[in-house]
């Protein structure tokens, strides 16, 4: 039985390790995506100063602007498409804990019933052995 629990306990720690990592690499790309849309603003920046035009519907407006606005406006929707799975995966993670703590507290009651039952046993011997010495001493 121990060794079944044990096994238990080892695939639930693997189980809420796995979903740790899944939410670390979330973050992670939520993070990258947001530096790199923060990049593209600076360059739309600079590229807004050299040319002198910083509206969109003007007909000389740099490509290189569009196209870094239209990079940009992609990656902050992966970044909030991220943060939508982020958000999943903290559920997961959580619940991947409360099944940790669920076989733990299994594993640890199991651990208390055997020793109970150890000391009872034990407790059954020495009242054995009490017995018999009264009984040797009475004669």
Request: net charge negative; proline share 0%; charged share 35%.
């Amino acid at each position: 039985m121990k060794s079944r629990s044990e096994s238990l306990i080892r695939l639930k720690k693997f189980q809420v390790d796995e979903k740790r990592r899944q939410v670390t690499q979330i973050e992670m790309m939520v993070a990258d995506f947001e530096r790199m849309a923060s990049d593209l603003d600076q360059q739309i920046e600079i590229e807004h100063t050299k040319t002198g035009i910083s509206d969109i519907a003007h007909f000389a407006y740099s490509t290189f602007a569009k196209a870094a606005l239209q990079r940009r406006d992609n990656l902050l929707a992966s970044a909030n498409d991220m943060r939508e799975k982020l958000e999943s995966a903290q559920d997961a993670l959580a619940e991947a804990l409360e099944d940790l703590k669920k076989v733990e507290l299994l594993d640890q009651r199991e651990h208390q019933r055997e020793v109970a039952e150890q000391n009872k046993i034990e407790q059954a011997e020495f009242d054995e052995i009490a017995r018999l010495r009264f009984r040797n001493n009475g004669r």
